[in-house]
């Protein structure tokens, strides 16, 4: 599955040379994984309501091309991975001229209380299978 949003930068979100500053790419990751969720139909916020939580343990970007202000770009999220403590995301930025201009990866990891890691299959299996299925490669891996 992927899901689609429309970024249109804000000022603020640029160095003193119009391009999007590189600390703002999280933001947007951050935005794109909550737009995927709900397209999921499991928004973030009945996540946490059932006491799970998601960690940041990893993150990457990759800068193709700068990214200004006053464009509109289109950004891709998809699920490549779902294992029973982590999720993978990647984060695929286009410029109005459909260029690829960035790349992002995250990984997350499923807290239950106390902020411990949790096997998220085992605890909310219905959890797990919708993620699971929601993977770019649609596959379900009971090994992982």
Not at 40 to 61: C, P, R, Y
Not at 68 to 95: D, I, P
Not at 131 to 143: I, L, P, Q
Request: charged share 20%; with cysteine.
């Amino acid at each position: 599955m992927k899901s689609v949003m429309t970024i249109i930068p804000r000022y603020q979100e640029t160095d003193q040379m119009g391009v999007i500053h590189h600390s703002v790419y999280p933001i947007w990751y951050e935005m794109g994984r909550v737009k995927f969720c709900d397209d999921l139909g499991m928004s973030f916020k009945s996540i946490e309501a059932q006491g799970v939580g998601l960690a940041m343990v990893d993150m990457n970007s990759q800068f193709k091309k700068p990214s200004f202000f006053g464009e509109t770009y289109t950004q891709y999220t998809y699920l490549t991975e779902c294992s029973r403590v982590k999720l993978m995301f990647r984060y695929e930025l286009y410029n109005e001229q459909h260029e690829l201009v960035h790349i992002g990866h995250t990984t997350l990891a499923w807290l239950g209380t106390g902020f411990r890691p949790q096997n998220i299959m085992r605890h909310h299996p219905d959890i797990y299978q919708l993620f699971s299925k929601a993977t770019e490669t649609g596959e379900n891996d009971e090994n992982r």
